[in-house]
């Protein structure tokens, strides 16, 4: 028996009860890696013979019977402090050095069993909802010729591909609910605070978060990063003490919400009006809402994105690193020159703005892209105009929500007539991660998903 593309639960409980050891798991992750990596390159670093002498430590634990994730194959995105590895950011300008411990996130997913089988592929300083560096091009599992979305885009690849049942990503703008509907998996952005943020935690707006194939796979990682194990949904080992959604949510139904001069994808929309119809069925009231965002927020949104690229490519030598990385910096810096850095939108989108818009529902489900990813190319060489016409083209819908600090998740609903998943987004306020996930649960419960691309 196999147990690559088995889920995270599922080959928790199975190590937990003895029906296969965690170095097995392992093994047979790594065989399939070095299998389909070659066509995705989703990873910068495989930790091949690390892997096997950690899995062989969590088989030898005396509390193996209790971890959450007990031989788990996990992956984590080149930002994030893995101990003995170097954190690059998808950049050559970055130091080598490897980290001497690791980021909380990691050291929580560690203590519970999971081994970290590689560092996933991103962007240079994961500033672009694309997934290419001088490390080279990720691909999309399903369509290798398109994007799998970005930050998190190696991680969100690795996962859809089969080469791991869970990843971590971070998102900063929409950088784990983009690659995540990309790639047709489940994702969620926290709410703030909930999880130990990235390092960069982008102005407050950055989450750490996971990247699944089912939602009790998202849920009990969730958990695992939140040391909340009560995230976690039935079948995850931890019980389910709040149950599914209560009946009766209001759920604002937005299949267009962007401000005026965006466009979103026909086909997009419906799937977000199908999804909604569940919801229905399942005992929720539906709120048309057709007010858009406010124009303000797409301004102060793309001025965060560049202000933030201002800060992280302030110190690196300017010549190791790429074109798009070195005109979103000027950008930031010429535009942070007149005073706009987007601070003042974000404020007054967290302190009030958010909630007046969303109004008196509960839930608020969108599309979670624009349209359908872009090419799989050297983002990176290109300039500014092209990277901010593809990016704010595709992927604008997710931002809203970080500079609001809410909750936000993106899970698979159909099929584009370009043969690629569709994502849709729910997103609740301050401290419903658990109701997303009900929701989540729902929708995958009566709109199943094919769980990984058919690479052959």
């Known amino acids: ?23 097995v798991v392992v093994e047979e992750h ?12 989703a990873f910068r670093e495989v930790r091949a013979e690390r892997a096997l002498t950690e899995a062989r430590a969590v088989q030898d634990r005396d509390d193996l019977a209790e971890l959450p994730l007990a031989g788990v194959p996990v992956a984590i995105k080149d930002n994030a402090a893995v101990r003995g590895e170097s954190a690059r950011d998808g950049s050559a300008a970055t130091s080598p050095d490897p980290a001497p411990s690791d980021h909380p996130v990691v050291a929580r997913l560690r203590a519970a069993g999971a081994v ?32 799998p979305g970005g930050s998190s885009g190696g991680s969100a690849a690795a996962v859809a591909a089969g080469m791991v049942p869970l990843a971590h990503g971070d998102d900063g703008l929409g950088s784990l609910r983009v690659p995540a509907a990309c790639c047709g998996i489940v994702s969620i952005k926290p709410g703030h605070k909930l999880v130990p943020p990235p390092e960069d935690d982008w102005y407050g707006m950055a989450e750490n978060g996971p990247l699944a194939t089912t939602v009790t796979d998202l849920a009990l990682a969730l958990a695992v990063m939140a040391d909340d194990m009560t995230l976690a949904l039935s079948g995850g080992g931890t019980g389910r003490p709040g149950g599914p959604a209560r009946a009766g949510l209001r759920v604002a139904v937005a299949p267009a919400p962007l401000p005026q001069g965006f466009a979103v994808d026909r086909e997009f929309q419906r799937a977000v009006v199908e999804a909604a119809g569940a919801l229905e069925a399942a005992g929720h009231t539906l709120v048309e809402h057709e007010t858009r965002m406010p124009g303000w927020l797409g301004h102060a949104t793309l001025l965060s994105w560049l202000a933030r690229a201002r800060h992280r490519a302030a110190g690196l030598r300017a010549r190791g690193l790429e074109r798009r990385t070195r005109s979103l910096a000027r950008a930031g810096r010429l535009l942070g020159a007149l005073g706009m850095n987007g601070a003042a939108g974000r404020e007054r989108w967290r302190s009030h703005a958010a909630e007046q818009w969303l109004g008196d529902a509960d839930v608020l489900i969108t599309p979670a892209l624009a349209a359908v990813a872009p090419p799989a190319e050297r983002w990176g060489r290109r300039g500014l105009l092209a990277n901010v016409r593809a990016n ?35 997103v609740t306020t301050p401290g419903g991660e658990s109701r997303l996930l009900a929701l ?14 058919p690479l052959t």
């Open 440 to 453: 989540a649960l729902h929708l995958e419960t009566v709109h199943p998903w094919l769980r990984h691309a």
């Open 116 to 147: 970290v089988v590689g560092i996933t592929n991103v962007p240079e300083l994961c500033l672009a909802a694309f997934c290419d560096s001088v490390y080279g091009v990720t691909r999309n599992p399903w369509d290798p010729r398109r994007t």
């Open 392 to 426: 704010v083209t595709y992927a604008p819908a997710t931002g809203a929500w970080n500079m609001a600090g809410w909750p936000a998740l993106t899970l698979p609903y159909g099929w584009h007539s370009t043969g690629m998943p569709i994502g849709v987004q729910l």
């Open 30 to 41: 790594l065989r399939v890696i070095a299998e389909r990596d070659g066509r995705i390159g």
């Open 1 to 23: 028996m196999s147990w690559v593309e088995r889920s995270a639960t599922e080959i928790a409980t199975a190590v937990r009860r003895g029906e296969v050891t965690a170095p």
